[in-house]
């Protein structure tokens, strides 16, 4: 497909990882929150989550829409921390490594989850699996230093 090229040349950009992080969750909040749950505009190109986490300092409660790699029929789904390939690991990941309970919003279904951070083994091949489902996370890994964090989210 033409365009799914297009967005993904363009998501492996500098410029595109200075910007989105500003506008796509917003814009994602925006319309999940005025469908009551039922678009994601981010969802239009990749599956997506909204997923509610405890703050890993404070406690409250942290919405963030992401893009997700669902499995299994959607009964568990891996989220990637790319951080649209910036430096540092976005702060839902220490969330979830601090409270690994959490719920989604998945097609407008609030799900309660457990998340399990992937290492070794396991995440060497989910990652192979994510560089499939979307090319531009290699892009996102050669640009920084860190390991991008996958996590898988199971229903409770």
Known sequence: MIGE???????????????????????D?????????????SAQMLP?????????????????????MPED??????????NFGRDGHPAWTA??????DAEVSWKGTDIPVTATLLTGEERAGVWKTALAF???????????EREIRLFRITRR
Not at 74 to 80: E, F, S
Not at 134 to 144: E, L, S
Request: proline residues 8%; hydrophobic residues 40%.
């Open 5 to 27: 090229r297009i967005v993904q040349r363009v998501s492996s950009t500098r410029g595109f990882a200075k910007v989105a992080p500003h506008v796509i969750p917003a814009l």
């Open 29 to 41: 909040r925006a319309v999940h929150r005025i469908t009551r749950g039922r678009i994601l505009l």
């Open 48 to 68: 997506g989550v909204v997923l509610t986490s405890t703050g890993a300092r404070s406690g409250l409660p942290r919405r963030t829409p992401l893009a997700c």
């Open 73 to 82: 029929d959607g009964r568990t789904w891996i989220l990637v921390g790319s």
């Open 95 to 100: 969330n979830l490594i601090a409270h690994p």
């Open 134 to 144: 979307w090319p531009p996370y290699a892009t996102y890994q050669a640009r920084v």
